[in-house]
């Protein structure tokens, strides 16, 4: 293919450097933003007496045939092309001739692909959020439908409290809520328009770029232009976004694979969502989880990528930033995938709240409430640990737990014990008994819920 660039030199690359140059294969899913672009461009020319209104409104109308043809599959983008941008200048060229190449004035492909991609990942993190949503969605469903379901909650992965599965549950719910959070505020910062900074150094033409910015949905335009074509700064943020996000479903995945073993059967996945073993007969891999738990890897690999190709850059463009869409959208496009598949795996997975409930019960679960029973008689609560930490050492010797001992027993070790002490230490009480905001308890699980779904409700506004 003959380069359009061709003149300085002769155009004629060698072919190997030609298919290591180009960036067709990674940017053609920008065709619709850069065919945006290029449209509102063409409307500021001529709207400030660069290019006429005739060829203004020709190439207008060309480039909505070219974006229909793309769509439709009638044409379909030449896997031979140096990059997006270029396909469709050559296309639009071929087309309408000579008026085609009036597009290109006051332009260069150094703002143009950094308006393409501020364009294509503010629609990626419009997608990525309502998969959030999704997700944070089916964790309030099952938390609830488990709001009194009384699980061990863990530290070190030792029993250490009695919890809901509510309460657990909500906690992912108010990650992905800062998940959101950040996509948000990321998405803020980068809606800026980085068009008609040109090659680097802005143009000798009467354009406005806040008319462009305006026309194309944002806020405002990039302040500096040699900040606008070198800065990647969101496509850090973002997949810094995007790596804590994996960070939430590697930690999910991960319990969701614990509770699914035989060893825990907490929860049993729906069969849509498992494999089979191609030699085990009985076996029931929780595929998915496993899956999105090592994908996880990759989006951090895809943010590391991306500081480490931008370290020590000189400004402004550099070939070096053509990399920088490998990664985002690499990283974009699993964790849409892996949110996607997150969402009904955990909206189908059966609880199984009587295993919670005995693995609850065997643990010495209730021992911290024992000690706050003896506190509350009076006891200092470092006397009442110790006295407690004697009592359950004891259990465990004699094969039995604090709710079977006898009160006699009990009582050898203080006469604070008496017999409300079985009710007090009882699971369910543990758990309802629970007052402070955001803890374990009834109406701190009900307030997380509700406030939850509210902020579903007034995300799913926006
Ligand atoms: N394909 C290029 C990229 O993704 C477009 C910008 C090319 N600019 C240049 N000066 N060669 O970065």
Not at 324 to 339: G, I, M, Q
């Amino acid at each position: 293919m003959e380069k359009m660039w061709a003149g300085r030199t002769a155009g004629a690359v060698n072919s190997i450097a030609d298919d290591f140059n180009s960036s067709i294969h990674i940017d053609s899913v920008m065709y619709k933003q850069d065919i945006k672009g290029s449209m509102a461009h063409a409307a500021m020319l001529s709207a400030k007496g660069i290019i006429s209104k005739e060829d203004s409104d020709l190439i207008i109308s060309a480039l909505g045939d070219i974006l229909s043809d793309i769509d439709s599959g009638r044409l379909e983008i030449n896997p031979e092309a140096e990059d997006i941008h270029m396909f469709i200048e050559s296309v639009l060229t071929e087309r309408i001739g000579d008026v085609g190449k009036r597009l290109h004035t006051s332009r260069s492909r150094n703002d143009q692909v950094a308006l393409d991609t501020r364009l294509y990942m503010r629609d990626k993190i419009s997608e990525i959020k309502r998969l959030l949503l999704d997700l944070l969605d089916a964790v309030v469903f099952v938390a609830e439908g488990h709001k009194n379901d009384i699980m061990p909650g863990y530290t070190h992965l030792q029993r250490a409290q009695p919890i809901t599965f509510a309460h657990h549950l909500l906690a992912y719910a108010e990650m992905l809520k800062r998940d959101i959070g950040r996509l948000c505020d990321a998405g803020a910062r980068m809606n800026y328009s980085p068009l008609g900074a040109c090659a680097l150094a802005g143009t000798t033409y009467p354009i406005s770029r806040a008319m462009t910015a305006e026309a194309l949905g944002f806020d405002g335009y990039c302040q500096n232009s040699i900040d606008a074509v070198s800065d990647r700064d969101y496509c850090v943020e973002l997949l810094s976004a995007f790596s804590l996000i994996m960070t939430h479903l590697s930690r999910f995945s991960e319990e969701i694979i614990l509770w699914s073993s035989w060893e825990f059967s907490f929860v049993e996945l729906d069969d849509a969502f498992t494999t089979g073993s191609s030699i085990m007969p009985q076996k029931k891999n929780s595929d998915m989880a496993e899956l999105v738990r090592g994908k996880c890897g990759r989006v951090y690999g895809d943010l590391i990528g991306t500081l480490t190709m931008l370290k020590g850059l000189p400004l402004a463009y550099n070939k070096d930033m053509q990399e920088d869409k490998e990664s985002l959208f690499d990283a974009t496009e699993t964790v849409a995938r892996c949110l996607e598949v997150f969402a009904p795996m955990v909206r189908t997975m059966k609880v199984k709240s009587e295993n919670m409930y005995a693995a609850a019960n065997r643990g010495f679960i209730n021992a911290t409430d024992l000690a706050d029973y003896l506190t509350k008689h009076g006891m200092p609560f470092r006397t009442a640990y110790k006295t407690v930490g004697e009592i359950v050492s004891r259990c465990i010797k004699e094969n039995t737990v604090l709710d079977s001992l006898p009160l006699e027993v009990y009582k050898t070790y203080s006469e604070l014990f008496d017999e409300d002490l079985y009710e007090e230490i009882s699971l369910k009480t543990c758990v309802g008994k629970r007052i402070s905001e955001g803890s374990t308890g009834p109406c701190s699980v009900d307030t997380q819920i509700e406030n939850t779904k509210n902020y579903i409700k007034q995300m799913k506004e926006v």
